[in-house]
């Protein structure tokens, strides 16, 4: 809506989240891109996946080209009308290492995001989904609380009770990552401080999905 009314030229994308414990994408495009054409080039604009793999600045569409940005390096591959988001992690220095990271973090060098198409959708395309994403018991934002924040130099991310602080760059080419594991009592104010969020019931936090986040 703000880019339309700022008078760009927008289209909306569907795209496919790669999930890696199942080495495949989703079967339904269950993520919403837009599609911005400036001149004679167009770009991607993605405000919405969160976490670590959010881009922070609008991509170019052009497939082999490394896109370097502050949380890392991005790039599109085509592949006979598909596109692929994949995102080049920088090596990352976790001080406690007693507590396990998510899945294959420390020998994945490359993750794979999404896949998507040109084809211009309508946001009613995307209402089942966003239903079953909020409802089904399978699905990972009803087994996992998730509560993340956009930094000025990284992300946080608090899952379950698995509070992650990420600082992009941090030094030579590798990215800080703290990771405290936070008991009960320590909820209320960690969401208060680090999220500004105050909730009116006690918050009951959920991690029972083997599916993750970074």
Known sequence: WVLKT???N???????????????????????LLLVVLG????????????????WEP?????????LQTPGVFRFLED??????????????????????SHNVEKEICRRVYLFTLQPRDIEEFRARNAYLQTA??????????C????????????????????YNYKDNMDLVEIRILADEEMENTLKEKFNITLDKKFVPINTSRLSLF
């Open 6 to 8: 700022l008078g760009y």
């Open 137 to 146: 018991p399978d699905s990972l934002f009803v087994t996992k609380s998730i």
């Open 40 to 55: 004679d080039k167009s770009y991607i604009v993605d405000g919405g996946f969160g976490m670590a793999y959010q881009m």
């Open 59 to 67: 991509m170019e569409l052009i497939s082999g080209t490394d896109q």
């Open 148 to 167: 993340s924040l956009q930094t000025t130099d990284g992300v946080w991310a608090l899952v379950g009770w698995k509070l992650t602080e990420i600082k």
């Open 80 to 101: 006979s009308g598909v596109w692929y988001l994949e995102k080049v992690k920088r090596k990352q220095w976790v001080p406690n290492q007693s507590i396990s990271t």
């Open 10 to 32: 927008v289209t909306l994308l569907g795209s496919k989240v790669y999930v890696p414990e199942y080495d495949a994408y989703a079967d339904e495009i269950d993520h919403l």
